[in-house]
C-alpha cells in the first residue's frame, strides 16, 4: 500500500488537524533537539482523545507501521525521533494537554500526557502545591516525554526523579487495549506495577495517554547560596554537611565549572558577577513550606561551618528574589551556553557518591592524555551523583566529525571509568537511538535479557518505537 492510501486511512480517523502530511511542517518533528540526527517519516499524527491514540495504534499495527511517541521533542539519545526507512509515523500528543483534574487534598494532579510540564506546575502552584519535577526544558517537554525518559533535574536529591512521582496512568498497549489506571493512590499493592513499566521505556511499550503526580506542598521560603569551592574541595562530605545540617529540606545541590559558567553568562544579556572558586561552585537550596522555620539562619549556619572545614573560599545567600533568579538562570543557561559556542560532546554519566571526586580526578587524566587542548564544562546534579562531564566542540571543528570521533574513543574511556566506579553512561537522558551501543556494552547481560522479555511481552511485533533501547526476541520458526 502506498505512503498516501496510509495517510488517507489515518485522515478518516483523526481528521484534516489531526494528520500533517506537508514536508516543511513535518520537518519540525524529524530532527532531534541537538540536530545530531535527521529521520524520515510520511504523516505526524495529533490525535485529540485516549480513543483516537488506540485507533491510530491499531491501524498502524494493521499496516505494518512503526510509531515513535513525541511530547515536547527536548530529550537528548533521539528517542523521539523516527528512523531513515520512512516506515515510521510520529504520533505527537500535543494537543492531549489538558489538566484533567486537580485534588489539593490528596495533593495530585491528573493530566493529559501531552500536557507541558510548566503549565502542570503553575496549576498545582495556584492551589498552593508543588509539582516536584524541575528541569531547563520544562517550558517545553510533556509529561508523557518526562514519563518516557524518567526525567530527573534540580530537585531529584529531595523528591526523586519521574518515577517517584507517579501515581497513575493511561497508556494504549501495542494493540490498542488501554490500560486505564488513573488512580491516586499512594498504596496499591495490587500485583504487578504496571504503570512503572512506562517509565524510562522512551515509547517502546506503548504510548502514554494520562497521568496521575503526587504533589507536594509548595514552599514558601527559601535559602538560595552560591558556594565558591575551594580547589579539590571534598564534594561528598560537603554534600553530607550540607544534607545532614538541613534535615529534609536540601532540594538542590548543583556544581557547575568555571568554564560552565563562563558559557552560561556569555549566554545572558544581562549576567551577574557570579564566579566560581577555584574548585568550582555549587548552587545549593533549601525550601520549606513551613512559616516558622529560619533558613536564611541555617543556611549561614552550615556555610560557616563549609568555610571553618576549608571546603569553601566563600559563599553568598541570595537577600533578595532577583538575586536567586541570577544564580538559577546561570545554572539553567549552562546548555544553552554550550550550544551557542558550537555544542558539546555529552557524558551524562552517574557514580556512587563516594566515588564522585576520583570519577573527576580520573576523567581529568584521561582527558588531558586523549588531548591537552580539549575543554570540558562540567557540571551537574551532584547530590545525585549524576555529573554532565560535556567535551566542548571546539569553535571551528565541524561538530558531526568532532563528535563521531570523540564518541568512538575518549567517550568510550570515560563510560568505562564510571562503570570501573559502579556509576552508569545514562543517568537521566536515557538511551534512544543512540546510546543502544552503550547498553549492550555495560548492560548486565541478565538485565539485557529482562529488558527484551519485557519489550517482547508488550509489544511482540515491534510496532512501538522500533529500534530504540530493545527490539522483541524474534518467534523462533515452529520446527
Ligand atoms: P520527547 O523528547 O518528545 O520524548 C522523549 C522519549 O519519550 C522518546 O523516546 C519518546 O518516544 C518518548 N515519549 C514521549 N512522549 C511519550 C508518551 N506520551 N508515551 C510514551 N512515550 C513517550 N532531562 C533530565 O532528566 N534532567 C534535566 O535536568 C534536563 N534538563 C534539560 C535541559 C534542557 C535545556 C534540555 C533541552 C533538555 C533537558 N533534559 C533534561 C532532557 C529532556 O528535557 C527530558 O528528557 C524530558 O523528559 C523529555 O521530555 P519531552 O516531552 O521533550 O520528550
Ligand atoms: C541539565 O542538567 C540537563 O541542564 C542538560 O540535563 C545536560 O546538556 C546537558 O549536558
Ligand atoms: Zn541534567
Same mark, same amino acid.
Given at each position: 500500500? +502506498?505512503?498516501?492510501?496510509?495517510?488517507? /486511512?489515518?485522515?478518516?480517523?483523526?481528521?484534516?488537524?489531526?494528520?500533517?502530511?506537508?514536508?516543511?511542517?513535518?520537518?519540525?518533528?524529524?530532527?532531534?533537539?541537538?540536530?545530531?540526527? !535527521?529521520? +524520515?517519516?510520511?504523516?505526524?499524527?495529533?490525535?485529540?482523545?485516549?480513543?483516537?491514540?488506540?485507533?491510530?495504534?491499531?491501524? /498502524?499495527?494493521?499496516?505494518?507501521?512503526?510509531?515513535?511517541?513525541?511530547?515536547?521533542?527536548?530529550?537528548?539519545?533521539?528517542?523521539? !525521533?523516527?528512523?531513515?526507512?520512512?516506515?515510521?509515523?510520529?504520533?505527537?500528543?500535543?494537543?492531549?494537554?489538558?489538566?484533567?483534574?486537580?485534588?489539593?487534598?490528596?495533593?495530585?494532579?491528573?493530566?493529559?500526557?501531552?500536557?507541558?510540564?510548566?503549565?502542570?506546575?503553575?496549576?498545582?502552584?495556584?492551589?498552593?502545591?508543588?509539582?516536584?519535577? +524541575?528541569?531547563?526544558?520544562?517550558?517545553?517537554?510533556?509529561?508523557?516525554?518526562?514519563?518516557? &525518559?524518567?526525567?530527573?533535574?534540580?530537585?531529584?536529591?529531595?523528591?526523586?526523579?519521574?518515577?517517584?512521582?507517579?501515581?497513575?496512568?493511561?497508556?494504549?498497549?501495542?494493540?490498542?487495549?488501554?490500560?486505564?489506571?488513573?488512580?491516586?493512590?499512594?498504596?496499591?499493592?495490587?500485583?504487578?506495577?504496571?504503570?512503572?513499566?512506562?517509565?524510562?521505556? %522512551?515509547?517502546?511499550?506503548?504510548?502514554?495517554?494520562?497521568?496521575?503526580?503526587?504533589?507536594?506542598?509548595?514552599? &514558601?521560603?527559601?535559602?538560595?547560596?552560591?558556594?565558591?569551592?575551594?580547589?579539590?574541595?571534598?564534594?561528598?562530605?560537603?554534600?553530607?554537611?550540607?544534607?545532614?545540617?538541613?534535615?529534609?529540606?536540601?532540594? !538542590?545541590?548543583?556544581?557547575?565549572?568555571?568554564?560552565?559558567?563562563?558559557?552560561?553568562?556569555?549566554?545572558?544579556?544581562?549576567?551577574?558577577?557570579?564566579?566560581?572558586?577555584?574548585?568550582?561552585?555549587?548552587?545549593?537550596?533549601?525550601?520549606?513550606?513551613?512559616?516558622?522555620?529560619?533558613?536564611?539562619?541555617?543556611?549561614?549556619?552550615?556555610?560557616? %561551618?563549609?568555610?571553618?572545614?576549608?571546603?569553601?573560599?566563600?559563599?553568598?545567600?541570595?537577600? +533578595?528574589?532577583?538575586?536567586? !533568579?541570577?544564580?538559577?538562570?546561570?545554572?539553567?543557561?549552562?546548555?544553552?551556553?554550550?550550544?551557542?559556542?558550537?555544542?558539546?560532546? *555529552?557524558?551524562?554519566?552517574?557514580?556512587?557518591?563516594?566515588?564522585?571526586?576520583?570519577?573527576?580526578?580520573?576523567?581529568?587524566?584521561?582527558?588531558?592524555?586523549?588531548?591537552?587542548?580539549? %575543554?570540558?564544562?562540567?557540571?551537574?546534579?551532584?547530590?545525585?551523583?549524576?555529573?554532565?562531564?560535556?567535551?566542548?566542540?571546539?569553535?571551528?571543528?565541524?561538530?558531526?566529525?568532532?563528535?563521531?570521533?570523540?564518541?568512538?574513543?575518549?567517550?568510550?574511556?570515560?563510560?568505562?571509568?564510571?562503570? /570501573?566506579?559502579?556509576?552508569?553512561?545514562?543517568?537521566?537522558?536515557?538511551?534512544?537511538?543512540? *546510546?543502544?551501543?552503550?547498553?549492550?556494552?555495560?548492560?548486565?547481560?541478565?538485565?539485557?535479557?529482562?529488558?527484551?522479555?519485557?519489550?517482547?511481552?508488550?509489544?511482540?511485533?515491534?510496532?512501538?518505537?522500533?529500534? /530504540?533501547?530493545?527490539?522483541?526476541?524474534?518467534?523462533?520458526?515452529?520446527?
Amino acid at each position: 500500500m +502506498s505512503q498516501s492510501v496510509h495517510v488517507r /486511512a489515518f485522515r478518516n480517523l483523526l481528521g484534516g488537524g489531526g494528520v500533517v502530511d506537508d514536508p516543511e511542517r513535518i520537518a519540525a518533528y524529524t530532527t532531534d533537539q541537538r540536530q545530531l540526527f !535527521t529521520g +524520515s517519516t510520511f504523516a505526524v499524527l495529533k490525535p485529540a482523545t485516549t480513543k483516537q491514540v488506540a485507533d491510530i495504534v491499531r491501524l /498502524a499495527a494493521h499496516l505494518g507501521v512503526g510509531i515513535v511517541p513525541q511530547g515536547g521533542n527536548t530529550s537528548y539519545c533521539g528517542g523521539a !525521533t523516527p528512523d531513515a526507512s520512512g516506515r515510521q509515523i510520529i504520533v505527537s500528543l500535543e494537543r492531549m494537554d489538558k489538566i484533567r483534574e486537580i485534588d489539593p487534598v490528596s495533593m495530585t494532579i491528573a493530566v493529559d500526557a501531552g500536557a507541558i510540564l510548566k503549565n502542570v506546575q503553575d496549576t498545582a502552584a495556584g492551589v498552593g502545591l508543588l509539582l516536584p519535577l +524541575s528541569l531547563g526544558a520544562e517550558g517545553s517537554c510533556r509529561i508523557g516525554g518526562n514519563i518516557g &525518559t524518567n526525567a530527573g533535574g534540580l530537585s531529584v536529591i529531595r523528591y526523586g526523579m519521574t518515577r517517584d512521582l507517579l501515581l497513575g496512568i493511561e497508556a494504549v498497549l501495542s494493540d490498542g487495549t488501554v490500560v486505564s489506571d488513573m488512580r491516586k493512590l499512594r498504596k496499591n499493592n495490587t500485583g504487578y506495577d504496571v504503570k512503572q513499566c512506562f517509565v524510562g521505556s %522512551e515509547g517502546t511499550l506503548g504510548i502514554v495517554t494520562g497521568a496521575v503526580l503526587r504533589l507536594a506542598p509548595l514552599p &514558601t521560603r527559601r535559602a538560595t547560596a552560591w558556594l565558591m569551592l575551594a580547589r579539590d574541595a571534598a564534594l561528598a562530605e560537603l554534600l553530607a554537611l550540607v544534607r545532614r545540617e538541613s534535615t529534609d529540606l536540601l532540594t !538542590t545541590f548543583e556544581f557547575m565549572t568555571a568554564r560552565s559558567i563562563a558559557l552560561a553568562t556569555a549566554a545572558m544579556t544581562d549576567p551577574p558577577g557570579l564566579r566560581a572558586g577555584s574548585g568550582g561552585a555549587v548552587l545549593v537550596e533549601f525550601d520549606s513550606s513551613s512559616r516558622h522555620l529560619d533558613l536564611d539562619e541555617l543556611m549561614q549556619a552550615v556555610l560557616a %561551618e563549609a568555610i571553618e572545614a576549608g571546603w569553601i573560599e566563600d559563599a553568598f545567600l541570595a537577600q +533578595s528574589g532577583s538575586q536567586r !533568579t541570577a544564580m538559577w538562570q546561570v545554572r539553567e543557561a549552562i546548555p544553552e551556553g554550550e550550544k551557542r559556542r558550537n555544542g558539546s560532546v *555529552k557524558h551524562d554519566i552517574s557514580v556512587p557518591l563516594s566515588s564522585i571526586r576520583r570519577f573527576l580526578d580520573l576523567a581529568d587524566t584521561q582527558v588531558r592524555s586523549y588531548d591537552a587542548d580539549l %575543554e570540558l564544562s562540567v557540571y551537574g546534579h551532584i547530590g545525585d551523583g549524576n555529573l554532565h562531564y560535556n567535551v566542548l566542540v571546539p569553535p571551528d571543528a565541524d561538530r558531526m566529525e568532532f563528535t563521531r570521533r570523540i564518541e568512538s574513543s575518549l567517550s568510550l574511556q570515560l563510560y568505562d571509568t564510571a562503570a /570501573a566506579l559502579g556509576g552508569t553512561f545514562s543517568a537521566e537522558h536515557g538511551v534512544g537511538r543512540f *546510546k543502544k551501543h552503550l547498553l549492550e556494552r555495560y548492560g548486565d547481560v541478565g538485565r539485557i535479557a529482562a529488558m527484551h522479555r519485557i519489550k517482547t511481552a508488550f509489544d511482540p511485533a515491534d510496532v512501538m518505537n522500533p529500534g /530504540a533501547i530493545v527490539r522483541p526476541l524474534r518467534k523462533e520458526p515452529a520446527s
